[in-house]
Nanobody
Framework: VQLQASGGGLAQAGGSLRLSCAASGTISSIYAMGWYRRPPGEQRELVAVVATGEPTTYGDSVKGRFTVHRDVANNMVYLDMNSLKPEDTAVYYC?????????????WGPGTLVTVSS
């Protein structure tokens, strides 16, 4: 499985960005797709995940500002980021989970940098 993200870059506080991620390769049994991020000097954290048959999960810090969309037919996932804050600055990683809720394997994209200036 290969994951390729695009759309990162520089934005001003209060602005918007859209991240896109395309999955390719041998793809089967996709349970979920979504996004995580690693702020500078911190650990990777959940941004948003769309799992088959389950409610979408958002990290507390992005609820109400970010929206994740999953295109099942085309194996893509998008992240619409609005009302950006400087603390949203991070490397954003596309994530794909193969398997099921009880057992899955994570696949990660290389990461795309989002920088939000104040």
């Amino acid at each position: 499985v290969q994951l390729q993200a695009s759309g990162g870059g520089l934005a001003q506080a209060g602005g918007s960005l859209r991240l896109s991620c395309a999955a390719s390769g041998t793809i089967s049994s996709i349970y979920a797709m979504g996004w995580y991020r690693r702020p500078p000097g911190e650990q990777r954290e959940l941004v948003a995940v769309v799992a088959t048959g389950e409610p979408t999960t958002y990290g507390d810090s992005v609820k109400g500002r970010f929206t994740v969309h999953r295109d099942v037919a085309n194996n893509m996932v998008y992240l619409d980021m609005n009302s950006l804050k400087p603390e949203d600055t991070a490397v954003y990683y596309c994530n794909l989970k193969r398997g099921s809720a009880s057992f899955f394997q994570n696949h990660w994209g290389p990461g795309t940098l989002v920088t939000v200036s104040s």
